[in-house]
């Protein structure tokens, strides 16, 4: 009986003070439900108990392999990667990879799941008039060897496919990427013979019709996905009404710019699920599930109501069919991303609430310190600043030993079309000039506000892992996020307070006093959030020994980015 009060006190304590909204399901459980096993992180055997946890998980469908641009773990990207042109040998290291494969589609089949295979196409390094491979080589873009209009290339590229199907006959469904994942798509304003002056609306769909026609014969109960990546928004809806409408239908990301757990369903996502549902076609809305998301990596943030709520949100959408995880699930490590949208699947009627306190209850008289730090990691995503530039990611890969030069909001580009057009105006930052104080501004107080949220749930967390020890490497985790983002506000505020007190050298007159002690204090809290240690400890002694030398040669604005923190360093040139 104590124990049932304590666990209605601890409802009614999380419940009174929750100010997310409370959401549910509007419409019937989404149909199609794929997971993948591991992630580029984390590599995880295909074994009967893990495939069986993704099964038991309410997923009914899984993907075959991570299909990241790298390959992690040796995992497969393309066609090439796992078959062959009949008539020509095979690569010793695909003929390696295929009893592994057909192993998985045992294993996913034994579970009673579907199977899909991802991969790019056409594959962006090979050259379709000679055969040859050159693998990142800026030769690739001159012809360019990836011209859908080419028909060598188109040839080469149904040509794996056939084999694929005579290969692997039990998978169900295939997702092909046309850009990115080591595919390309020609310019119209290039120089290509078959492209030139052609838009990529008119070329594109038609290479779509020929891989659909070889996958699916005219008509088996094998489907097609295509994932419009790295086209702008205005190609997507010119291409969706020419698409086959039999055993064919679109997997998008929750929004035009990422797969983003704190921002899902914008304006595009609802757009491309009305053009599909009008034109006959289904769409899946594609997410990350899991504590280690590509926007945290290699860190795991535990968030659980951004998880349910990135599904319930795509889910809702008139159009969408089905949910996929984007990033990948980690099945039996305790994931709460995870077993919150486990227990989603398995109780589609609940509330965001009901299924946290479900999937909490484990923990028992520490459930309340669960749900608070829960909370506090979704706040602190929620406001991190993942807009202002794609590099705001991999935050576990940045040094808190920022750059000495004045801070910028460093910013990521590509020469696609999204990027050229949709994403430059999804993102603040796309280049890497010198910003207006209001923009480093505002990026300095979220950092802040979220770096004040993750100190929070470091601090639950702290007290939690002497209780349950899986709450020792979300403390180490915390704790980086944490520090990474007081290093990016702080880099950010000393370059502002440093950018005034030169206007007072400039201007011969004293520099002013409380911005003196406010760069005293700055460079104090930089030292202690590096825990004592790099060149910040002599920057500030440099200060306390001669401040206005201090200002006239440090934390000056520059033309020149030299990456010294690394790439993902997103304050320092």
Known sequence: MALDMRRLLCLLAFLGSTTFAQTKLTGPPPQIRIAIIGNPVTAVEWN????????????????????????????????????????????????????????????????????????????????????????????AFKKPFFDVGNPKLVEYETGLLKEFRREFPEVDDILVYTYDQDAWQAWQFGSSAYSRGVPLHERLPVYLKQLQQVWTHGGSDHRMWW?????????????????????????????IAEAQIAKPVDLWFKNVARLCQQNGLPV??????????????????????????????????????????????????G?????????????????????LQQITAKFGAQQANVLKLCDEMTEAMLIYPWEASW??????????????????????????PSWNATRRAKFMKTND????????????LRCEVAADHFAKGLEISRKLEKSDPKFAQTTKDIDIFLRVARSFALHIRETLVARMLR??????????????AEMKKLLADDVENQHGKGRVVE??????????KFIRSELVPTDKTIGERGIWSVTTR
């Open 284 to 333: 899946i809305g594609e997410g990350a599930f899991g504590e280690v998301t590509e926007e945290t990596q290699d860190l795991a943030i535990p968030c659980p109501r951004l998880a349910d709520q990135q599904y319930l949100t795509m889910a809702n959408v008139p159009g969408v069919v089905g949910i996929k995880e984007y990033f990948g699930c980690i099945p039996l490590s």
């Open 539 to 548: 920057k500030q002694a440099e200060f306390e020994k001669d401040p206005e």
């Open 433 to 444: 000039q010198n910003d207006h104080p209001d923009l480093l501004e505002d990026v300095q």
């Open 335 to 355: 994931d709460l991303n995870f077993a919150m949208v486990r227990a989603r699947q398995l109780h589609s009627e609940a509330s965001t609430d009901e299924l």
């Open 48 to 139: 009967d108990e893990s495939v069986k946890a993704i099964a038991d998980a309410g997923y009914n469908a899984v993907q075959l392999n991570i299909a990241w641009g790298g390959r992690p773990h040796g995992e497969p990207l393309n066609l090439r990667d796992v078959v062959g042109i009949p008539g020509q040998p095979l690569d010793a290291k695909v003929k390696a990879r295929q009893p592994q494969f057909h192993e998985r589609i045992r294993l996913a089949k034994k579970c009673g799941l579907k199977t899909l295979f991802h991969f790019g196409s056409p594959y962006m390094w090979r050259d379709p008039d000679t055969g040859e491979v050159k693998w990142n080589s800026p030769e």
């Open 227 to 255: 994932e419009p990546w790295e086209l702008s928004a205005g190609q997507i809806y010119k291409i969706i009404p020419q698409l086959p409408k039999d055993n064919f239908g679109m997997i998008i990301h929750c929004n």
């Open 391 to 416: 590099m705001f990611r991999l935050t576990s890969h940045a040094s808190t030993d920022h750059g000495w030069s004045a801070a910028v909001i460093r910013g990521q580009m590509a020469d696609t």
């Open 503 to 516: 206007e007072d050298l400039e201007q011969k007159k004293p520099m002013e006093e409380k911005l003196v």
